[in-house]
Nanobody, 119 residues
């Protein structure tokens, strides 16, 4: 079992920055692929960024060059640095932990944190 707690959301003006954090507990954090997803009202949840246990990253096209995902295995925490925020980035952001072990997929979600980009 993995428990995930997000923080760092809020209201920011267009062009501003926020850093989301996701603290994990309950299992071996370093073995999990960690991801940030977001869901805007009326839209499906989408992957924003992910980082593997080995540190490889991938990003959704609209956030490339603006968002950076990182992890600190010593602190069991994954971060999402969001710069040059746009109104279309407004959504609830969810932390995700995923691991494949002996052919079984284990997946956990945080409760979400709201990001609102508005002037």
């Amino acid at each position: 079992q993995v428990q995930l707690v997000e923080s760092g959301g809020g209201l920011v003006q267009p062009g501003g920055s926020l850093r989301l954090s996701c603290a994990a507990s309950g299992s071996i954090f370093s073995l999990y692929t960690m991801g940030w997803y977001r869901q805007a009202p009326g839209k499906q949840r989408e992957l924003v960024a992910a980082i593997t246990s080995g540190g490889s990253t991938n990003y959704e096209d609209s956030v490339k060059g603006r968002f950076t995902i990182s992890r600190d295995n010593a602190k069991n925490t994954v971060y999402l640095q969001m710069n040059s925020l746009k109104p279309e980035d407004t959504a609830a952001y969810y932390c995700n932990a995923k691991r494949l072990r002996f052919g079984i997929s284990y997946e956990y979600w945080g409760q979400g944190t709201q990001v609102t980009v508005s002037s």
